[in-house]
């Protein structure tokens, strides 16, 4: 028996397929865990195909729990779901079991991170949500002031409700002030979450300090990479991380046409933008002088106005392999293995 499951946030609608590949059942449950377990307990162990989504961790995990193979299909990458011209929560729940029951690699399937991992990535975005709406915060503040014809000290984003408190004008207290003790409150709820962090680093993935060996990788971005890789044999070539985080080029190659494309952006948006981060430190004039930040700097020095942001993406993908191999091996990182180059040579690539 295969069962395809179309997950809808109210509502999810299953058609299960007989060993013959007619259509036995097509029943609706609601999107709960008493639905989802009333549809899946009690029946033999078949195989459950669903597409990735907000839901598919929970109900994947409560599958496997009852005794199912349980399969998350990539919709993205199946035209027939994600494409498909006539497109229904039959059609999608029938189409998921047909493809399942015919081969399981005609899904892409991808697999959930364990609940830990779950849980501690979540103290991650929280932490990036509350970035983002510090920063929009700060931004609005000091485009008011400016509509006015007037300016607010600079300052880092962390000392901006201290500094500028005291600099609104008179007139825009009213409607600034809170804001500004907003963005104050969101900088104290930041520095928490940098704290259990930094615990976590420390008592629970201690792992993450051969990650930390290499500058410009810190806390956030050490135990961001584990969390999201979750295993360090995950991968059977190194090389594969960098395909899996989304930083290398897409490809559309069609006889002698292979057009050069932009990276993919498949995979962790999170983690692919502290790599890229960390990139701009290692690249940047406070790097350290390292194999990586040379073979960086002789990248951006070839080609033309965009070498620049590809030489960043390109060590960001270079350096997510070296974590791996960091992280694998546990060895001691040494920043500068190769001889270094003349200076004018150096100067020259960069």
Known sequence: MTMGLDVSDRSSLAVVLDAEGEVAEEIKVATTEAGLRRLLSGRPACRVALEVGTHSPWISALAAELGHEVIVANARKVALISQGGRKSDRVDAEALARLARTDARLLSPIQHRGHAARRDLMLIRSRDALVAARTQLVNHVRHQVKVWGLRLPSCSTEAFASKVKGAL?????????????????????????????????TDVYPETARLRQVSGVGALTALGYVLTLESPTRFKRGRNVGAYLGLVPRRHESGDHAPELRISKAGDKTLRRLLVSASHYILGPFGPDTDLRRWGLGLAGRGGKTAKKRAIVATARKLSVLLLALWRSGAIYEPQRAPRQPAQTVGACA
């Open 169 to 201: 004008p008179p007139e825009l207290q009213g409607a600034l002030a809170p804001i500004v003790e907003s963005v104050g409150r969101l900088t104290a709820q930041i520095r928490a979450y940098d704290v259990e962090v930094e615990r976590l680093c």
